[in-house]
């Protein structure tokens, strides 16, 4: 009972860590999406911390919580694809905890592929004419998750080095 409780105050600490992070905005895109002060990190971090399951739970509490202030929903499909499923699969850090620089690509990466799905199915109508839907999208969404990607690695290499990934496992 007492691990569980330690746990429970590591996702809120770090759901509510993202959330103020993710307030820090430095650029916002017209459709959704922006590059922020890492705020993805301490959902990383979490993962590669405490495994892929309470990462996704935490990914998917920071995803709902990233609909305030300025949700943009379209669809209830999209609403899915770009919050709860796109954060929650920041969680699949987890699955590389002995590697943690590769846990933050394929976290990343997965976050980008729900959002890249979502851009192609439900945001189509915004790519310049004559341009691919599917090639828009991944402009799109690579514009500001790459961005987000680089941070988050910087930080977490940082993290990573100076022992802070496994500190009190």
Request: proline share 5%; with cysteine; glycine share 10%.
């Amino acid at each position: 009972m007492k691990n569980q409780t330690k746990i429970l105050a590591e996702v809120v600490v770090s759901v509510a860590l993202a959330y103020v992070l993710n307030l820090i905005v430095l650029f916002r895109l017209p459709q959704g999406g922006s590059v922020t002060v890492v705020s993805m990190v301490p959902i990383l971090w979490l993962a590669l911390r405490r495994g892929a399951k309470i990462g996704r739970l935490a990914g998917v509490i920071f995803g709902l919580l990233d609909l305030f202030p300025q949700p943009f929903i379209v669809h209830p499909v999209q609403f899915l694809l770009d919050y709860p499923l796109a954060f929650g699969a920041l969680g699949l850090a987890g699955l590389l905890r002995g590697h943690p620089m590769l846990g933050v690509i394929v976290g990343i990466g997965g976050r980008f592929i729900c959002h890249f799905v979502s851009g192609i199915i439900f945001f189509a109508t915004y790519a310049p004419e004559g341009m691919n839907p599917v090639i828009y999208s991944a402009i799109y969404n690579g514009s500001y998750l790459t961005v987000e990607l680089a941070f988050s690695i910087i930080v977490m290499y940082v993290l990573a080095k100076r022992g802070i990934i496994n500190m009190y496992a």
